[in-house]
């Protein structure tokens, strides 16, 4: 199937090129006079004062035709465009072309003189349909420049072509497993009648017609693994002569999917896959060049993907060369429109249909999608945008009978109406949400309706592959490591601040980081972005292994391969620097993987850790006689597994595994061999948890549920005059008043107690009746109207979440909490007393001294508490959000050990 064309550089027959890429003269309509704009590139990603900018450019150069080349053919080539080009010639206009991602070419008149004057005139255009009513922004494919902005003007490389009038301007290339190579050929008009004559591996047949068929034998087929590339040689012969040669690459492969599964040549594959918005550093949408291309295919492959989702986004050719060349499954989308009407319907059929003869000879180009997540059209309510999905669907897979179709890449609340493989998307952190993740994964697995849609109208087999095709969880890049060349600080920095609530602003974040006092908790910045990055490795391992326990499910897409600009979820940064994890990752993501499940990942000293085990198989089986083993703290164990065919999920059971010691982080590592190799290899952290005892401290609870929990630690529990401390849920006028006379209060503000989006149960004080206009009086909820002044804010419908972007959530390992296993960012380990809550209301100051545990969401941004002091007249209190009473008193190390510190940091308050 399959490939790359490519002219012949030598001979009578010879296209010959020249490129005119370099220097040309721009000029962009009400921002001043001309400049000089290197081509290719979008003008944003060269002009500062151009960043954010649409309208009407002109680029000029001089166009000098070599005076040998008089008598052939001459054509002025554009690789893409953005978005609409008309080009002229010496004044005169040779043509127009619409569309941002794909190629054209313009004929060059007989008889233009050896120096003329080119201008290409490139309209990006806005939203304002009155200035640009035939093709306003919203209605054009433009994928993710609603975004990261705008992307405008020759942005691929322009050659001018010279080539005999009789030529084969394309051709598609079909290769079935059997050998049999069929082309398909577009002929120029003067080629008509001439002989094409095909030659592969010294094959060759020959035709005059329009399609021509050649056998192969025992064709090597291409694959991730062994990426066995063709290359055709096409020879146009008229009057006895060769007058056009060019070469074609091209793979032979099969994609198909059954019983639920994909399966690639015939062979079991599972996908790997990561999300690829094919952005760069310097030239936003322009690949820097082919090493760079093939530096980040090799990066892709070291952390075991097989699969490049290229997100809603026509790349660059070299793009899918290189992933032909070195092995990449590609996974490619139609640009979204905004705004669905019959001129934005008919221009993503136009686009797929270029895209289709761009790129349909590429053999890594496995799956198609349509619309991603619903954009530009809207299928929960139109029920004409499904029927017209579901006939776009139709229309793909009788166009390309041979690749795989999405119709809509979806997620909540958006579904599928019929499609090749039934994908969908999520994203929970972890530990915040992990009883989420769980349950989705689960409900996933078991092909659940919610996929698909609701209304009766969709065309569903029941045999999907169930794919994940985007998950994930922010890291941070290294500053330092994204600084431009001239190690200033990059101008997307000053960027995102319109997203997650301003939570995905980069720029400021050492200053935030310092503002806060951050250097206490984790030591400094540098060890802040490791430990960060360690949290988003930690969370991908666990999403993988969740979904990799379930055999339904056959694949899954990482958000994503590369940072893009202020979206900091890339396993490389922007600049394709490795994350921490870069060596590590390919344990967890890999055909064979160990999959390592506990329930809950801390156990007391003395105890017993529940470990249940299982392997799941991909494209790879693994054979009879394998052996897994396990070791920890020199103790050690073997399990025998079973041949497992690919594809698979074996249980293996549950190994109880005794962990003794002080309080810390066991790991127990995992290895699975077979012949003497090892086929995979993992492991799993649990947290260790030292016997303890109550302390002295005597606590008073008017709450009978708390007294009972205190009082099963092992507490003293008494009357509030006695006691050293009053435990709570929330407070009321009465507490307000006996801290004001020296009482200490510890409030577990967990959400269990209604209150005012404060801690307090009684109303804050009124506006006037005057004031505001409405049925019921308004009331002043802002954290300061009451004492203590504090707000308390439900995670849940904020960025407090935690999912898309990460939620960092730290405890101060210092005084009480020293000793705690792990840290300082909060592990799985705490998933049952994650706060459901967060605390506002402090100044960046009391973060230093008085905030012993809290939360800041992507780039340093939105801080709270979750752990905080706080004086109150001549007494004083602590508060956390921490859910600690979930699990009866003692079952739970992490609550237990929480509950202590907070009760001695209480206990110890100073008070008048």
Known sequence: ????????????????????????????????????????????????????????????????????????????????????????????????????????????????????????????????????????????????????????????????????????????????????????????????????????????????????????????????????????????IAGGAVVDTTTHTFGVRTIETRDGKFYLNGEPLYIRGALDQDYYPEGICTPPSLEFLEDQARKAKHLGLNMLRCHIKVADPRYYEVADRLGLLVWTEIPNVQYFTSAAAQRMRETMEGILAR????????????????????????????????????????????????????????????????????????????????????????????????????????????????????????????????????????????????????????????????????????????????????????????????????????????????????????????????????????????????EHHAVWSGDSVALKLKVATGGRSVPAGATLTWSVDGQSGRIDVPATAGLSVVDLGTTDIKLDGASRVASIVLKLEAGGQELAKNQIEVSVYAKRSAGPARIAAADAGLAAFARGLGYTVTDAASADLVLTHALDEADIEAMRHGARYLVLADGSVATHRNLRVDQPRAEPPTMPASKERARHLGSETQLPNIGLVLRDGTLWRGDWIANFSWIKRSGVFADLPGGPLLDVSFDRVVPHHVLTGFRSWEYEGLVDAGVVIGWVNKPAATIARRPIGKGAMVVTTFRLTNDAPGSDPVATALFDGLVATTSNLEVD
């Not at 087929?221 to 990426?227: D, I, V």
């Not at 993740?437 to 689960?442: A, D, F, N």
């Open 1 to 236: 199937m399959i490939g790359e064309t490519t002219a012949t550089r030598a001979g009578a027959s010879a296209r010959e090129e020249i490129s005119l890429d370099g220097a040309w003269r721009f000029r962009l309509e009400g921002h001043g006079d001309w400049r000089t704009a290197t081509v290719p590139g979008p003008w944003q990603a060269e002009f500062a004062d151009l960043r954010h900018s649409t309208g009407k450019a002109i680029y000029a150069r001089q166009l000098s035709i070599p005076a040998n080349w008089q008598g052939r053919e001459l054509a002025l080539h554009f690789g893409a465009v953005n978005y609409f080009a008309e080009v002229r010639l010496d004044g005169k206009t040779l043509g127009t072309h619409e569309g941002g991602y794909l190629p054209f070419e313009f004929v060059v008149p007989e008889g233009t003189p050896a120096e003329s004057a080119l201008e290409v005139h490139v309209t990006l255009p806005s939203a304002d349909v009155t200035e640009y009513p035939d093709f306003p922004f919203g209605e054009i494919p433009h994928g993710k420049q609603s975004w990261y902005g705008p992307l405008g003007g020759i942005w691929q490389s322009v050659r001018l072509i010279a080539r005999d009038k009789r030529h084969l301007p394309h051709v598609a290339i079909d290769a079935d497993i059997s050998g049999e190579v069929t082309f398909a050929f577009q002929r120029s008009a003067a080629a008509a009648g001439a002989t094409i004559r095909a030659t592969i591996d010294g094959v060759t047949a020959e035709t005059t017609g329009n399609s021509l068929k050649l056998k192969l034998n025992s064709p090597r087929l291409w694959s991730p693994e062994h990426p066995n590339l063709y290359t055709a040689k096409l020879e146009l």
């Open 359 to 598: 790129d349909g000879n590429h053999p890594s180009i496995v799956t198609w999608t349509i619309i991603n997540e619903d954009w530009g059209t809207r299928l929960v309510e139109n029920a004409d945008h499904r029927q017209w999905l579901k006939d776009t669907y139709d229309w793909l897979k009788a166009k390309d009978p041979r690749r795989l179709v999405v119709d809509n890449s979806a997620c909540i609340p958006n579904f599928h109406v019929k499609t090749d493989i039934n994908d969908y998307h999520y994203y929970r952190s972890v530990p915040e949400r992990r009883a989420e993740w769980e349950k989705l994964t689960q409900e996933f697995a078991d092909a659940s309706d919610w996929t698909w849609t609701p209304h009766g109208d969709g065309e569903r087999r029941g045999d999907e592959p169930l794919v994940v095709s985007e998950f994930g969880v922010w890291g941070l890049p290294h500053p330092d490591q994204v600084k431009t060349p001239a190690g200033e600080e990059p101008w997307w920095a000053e960027t995102g601040s319109n997203w997650g609530d301003g939570a995905a602003y980069p720029h400021g974040i050492r200053n935030r980081f310092a503002t806060y006092h951050l250097q206490n908790v984790f030591g400094s910045f540098d060890s802040f972005i490791d430990k960060v990055q360690w949290y988003q490795f930690a969370n991908l391992k666990y999403e993988i292994e969740s979904m990799r326990a379930h055999a339904p499910i056959q694949g899954y897409v990482i958000t994503e391969m590369t940072d893009v600009h202020w979206e900091a979820n890339g396993l490389l940064d922007i600049n394709r620097n490795p994350r921490a994890f870069h060596d590590r990752f390919a344990e967890v993501n890999n055909d064979i993987v160990i999959v390592p499940q506990i």
